[in-house]
């Protein structure tokens, strides 16, 4: 199956740049930059990706931005997250980032969005790669830092089509954030929130309340209830979920105990993500096959993830046709 899910055209939809920095990258970026980093060595870096939870992976994850600071430095983070997609046939793909980690370094908004854009056109010439870009407020910042981010977008709202919500979960609801959201509704933004990774499954429900989401990232704990599971299969609302994000972050024990494959089968729009790959041992393909090595699945099911980002995702119904037939033909001739 490995030669499947290698060459299935792939839609991601959940993946935040800064956690495509591989521990290579930081390096060459802290020298660039002269940068101080808290490691001497790539592998000592790997040994440093042991969480426990959520907050111990992201007090890594906002550290290692420290080395990100010129235009150059965005568009290269960018361009080998690109290249990395294009190694695992991804067709489309929806970005995060997260504009107040370096806004509050001292970073100015428009060098990070321009050296992100930059790469994210040039992966569409060059690679054939579409994509979209999604900023995410820090939901541990409160509501006036998220308003003030809100208001630095407006000059790139031709690069920017969504905002999301990101960070830890648990002691910031979703209501911290009503009245932003809705601005940017109101300004045309598409919007999605991290919600039941951490978090329980009422979270879920607050988030599609209060914020009236397009979709949810994560949203793995919606199985604890029963009756918020039957109406996001009716809804179809969609799930970024993320498997190898959750096994290191402790949300599940172990691939065997996730619930993705049960989800997809209770028909609610599921797709699979990679979160942020550099820091949770995997790409696309690797969390595809992570979830087929501990739930087996058939050749239709595994694209059914593929067709369910398709639906999930915010490219026009034109391109979302061109991608359907490319994996439809994809499908045919590998039955
Ligand atoms: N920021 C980056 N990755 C995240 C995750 N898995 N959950 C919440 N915030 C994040
Ligand atoms: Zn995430």
Redesign the pocket.
Do not use: A, F, P
């Given at each position: 199956m490995k030669e499947f899910i290698q060459s299935l055209p792939k839609v991601e939809l959940h993946l935040?740049l800064e956690?495509t920095l591989e521990p290579e990258l930081m390096f060459d970026l802290a020298r660039r930059n002269n940068v101080d980093i808290p490691f001497n060595s790539v592998a000592e870096v790997r040994k440093a990706y042991n969480f426990h939870n959520?907050q111990s992976f992201?007090d890594i994850?906002f550290k290692g931005t420290d080395v990100l600071i010129e235009e150059q430095d965005f568009f290269d983070l960018t361009w080998h997250y690109l290249l990395r997609c294009q190694k695992d046939n991804v067709q489309h793909t929806e970005v995060f980032f997260d504009p107040q980690a370096h806004t509050q370094r001292g970073i100015d908004f428009d060098t990070v969005v321009n050296g992100i854009h930059r790469a994210l056109l040039k992966g569409t010439s060059e690679l054939g790669i579409t994509s979209k870009l999604i900023m995410c407020f820090l939901r541990h910042l409160d509501e006036a830092s998220a308003f003030a981010t809100l208001a630095q977008a407006q000059p790139h709202k031709d690069k920017i089509v969504g905002i999301g919500l990101?960070?830890t979960?648990i002691g910031h609801p979703a209501a911290k954030f009503e009245r932003v959201f809705a601005q940017a509704r109101d300004q045309g933004f598409l919007t999605v929130a991290?919600a039941g990774?951490e978090g329980p499954a009422d979270n879920i429900r607050e988030a599609l309340e209060l914020l009236k989401i397009n979709r949810i990232d994560h949203g793995v704990r919606c199985a604890e209830d029963e009756v918020l599971v039957a109406q996001l299969a009716s809804s179809r609302t969609p799930l970024t979920v993320?498997p190898l994000?959750n096994i290191k972050?402790k949300v599940f024990d172990q691939m065997e105990q996730h619930n993705i494959v049960e989800l997809l089968r209770k028909g609610l729009c599921v797709t699979i993500n990679s979160?942020?790959p550099a820091y949770f041992g995997g790409y696309m393909v690797d969390n595809f096959m992570a979830v087929h090595n501990a739930h087996p699945m058939t050749k239709l099911e595994i694209a059914q993830f593929t067709f369910n980002a398709i639906e999930a995702s915010f490219i026009s119904a034109s391109q979302k046709q061109r991608l359907n037939s490319l994996t439809n033909n994809y499908l045919a001739a590998h039955q």
């Open positions: 935040h956690g959520l992201l994850y990101d960070s979960e991290h990774e993320c994000s972050l979160d942020d």
